[in-house]
C-alpha cells in the first residue's frame, strides 16, 4: 500500500465548493514534493467549522485506488 503525507489548509468557504458541486477534487503537493489529486469528499470526516486544517497520510492501493485517510498528530 502506497501512503502520501499532505499539509492541507482550505477554508470552510472554499470546501463549500464541494457541498454546492462546483468542486470535486483537492490538488495538493506531498512532503516529498509530488503534485496529487484526490476526491475532495475523503476530507468530510475532518470538516470544522474553519474548514480543513491539519496533516494527512494518504493511502492508496496498488492500482491507486484510495483505501483510507488519517489526520496525524
Known sequence: ??????D???SAEN??????????????????GLSVR???KILRPFVTHDGVVGSF??????DNKFQRIERLG
Request: net charge negative.
Open 57 to 62: 497520510a494518504i493511502y492508496f492501493d496498488n
Open 1 to 6: 500500500m502506497r501512503k502520501l503525507v499532505v
Open 8 to 10: 492541507i489548509s482550505i
Open 38 to 40: 484526490f476526491p475532495a
Open 15 to 32: 470546501y463549500l465548493a464541494v457541498y454546492e458541486g462546483a468542486a470535486e477534487n483537492v490538488f495538493a503537493t506531498t512532503r516529498e
